[in-house]
């Protein structure tokens, strides 16, 4: 796993213990414990089967309960992502926002991971609005991303060539969607400056160049660097089980006239979809209307 991912882990899993230890200070005022567990990942899979309601009646109970900031900015960050299933950006960014206030009061004590996810977090928003179609709301938080992540001071564990790279990546994808193909062009080319910039920060995020390259492809009707750049995108390793590349790799092929493969692909990726976040939030919603999938 790269450093990145393992700062995104421990994150992720900083954030459940606090769920967690609020829960059983709770367990154990109501009878010990015997009593239920955080129930978060309950909602999660609720999400997956596309039963909304219920899943946001648990992670706003769990916003109300809280007790600590961690568990509450985790539980606040569960819904931003319920939102993204139904792809409401609006919604995505209204629980996202106090999740960056979290990591800001964080700043001092943890500042190697503080600034890093109020950037991630911002990220994370950029892309349900991108996915969703917003994309004015998508360049504004991706931009948004891009100042927070480089703020961290030195000694950085996350370089500036890291946020420029994503800052690109970003761009190239929103013009691609715009139909602006020499500014997604450009962005391509600055997304490679930057990965041949730094080969420390290259050897984590090359993998992320093929997706974007196929991407604006795919985006401005060149079918044929499409599935070639997708394809290729989908056998790096760190890609095998993305489920995003892969239903993009479907689109193409949907777009080609070979139905059979793209059903194919989009099962694939539907099962691959199996978190809770931006990936599943797009594939699995898409997935289902595409399929018929119950």
């Not at 995505?92 to 206030?101: F, K, L, N, S």
Request: proline letters at 6%; glycine letters at 8%; aromatic letters at 8%.
């Amino acid at each position: 796993m790269t450093v990145t991912g393992w700062r995104r882990l421990l994150a992720t899993a900083a954030l459940a213990l606090a769920v967690s230890s609020a829960a059983s200070r709770a367990a154990d005022a109501q009878g010990g414990p015997g009593a239920p567990p955080a129930p978060l990942p309950r909602g999660f899979q609720l999400d997956l089967a596309d039963s909304a309601a219920p899943a946001r009646a648990i992670f706003q109970a769990a916003i109300d309960t809280a007790t600590e900031p961690a568990a509450k900015a985790a539980a606040q960050r569960a819904m931003a992502m319920s939102f993204a299933f139904g792809g409401d950006c609006a919604n995505t960014v209204r629980y996202e926002t106090p999740v960056i206030a979290y990591w800001a009061t964080r700043e001092q004590a943890d500042p190697g991971n503080a600034f890093y996810q109020e950037g991630e977090i911002a990220d994370e928003a950029a892309r349900v609005c991108l996915d969703a179609g917003d994309l004015a709301a998508a360049e504004r938080w991706y931009r948004r991303g891009y100042e927070l992540g480089v703020k961290e001071p030195a000694p950085a564990t996350h370089p500036r060539s890291l946020w420029e790279f994503r800052l690109a990546h970003a761009l190239g994808r929103i013009a691609a969607r715009r139909g602006d193909t020499a500014e997604a062009r450009r962005q391509i080319a600055a997304a490679r400056r930057a990965l041949d910039g730094d080969s420390a920060m290259a050897a984590q995020q090359e993998r992320f160049f093929p997706y974007l390259v196929g991407y604006v492809a795919l985006y401005t009707g060149d079918l044929a660097t499409a599935e070639a750049q997708l394809t290729r995108a989908t056998a790096l390793r760190g890609n095998e089980r993305d489920p995003f590349v892969r239903c993009l790799l479907a689109m193409v092929y949907e777009r080609q006239g070979r139905k059979n493969a793209a059903d194919v692909a989009y099962r694939q990726a539907y099962d691959l979809a199996t978190g809770h976040n931006p990936p599943a939030a797009f594939v699995r919603p898409y997935v289902r209307r595409k399929l018929g999938l119950p």
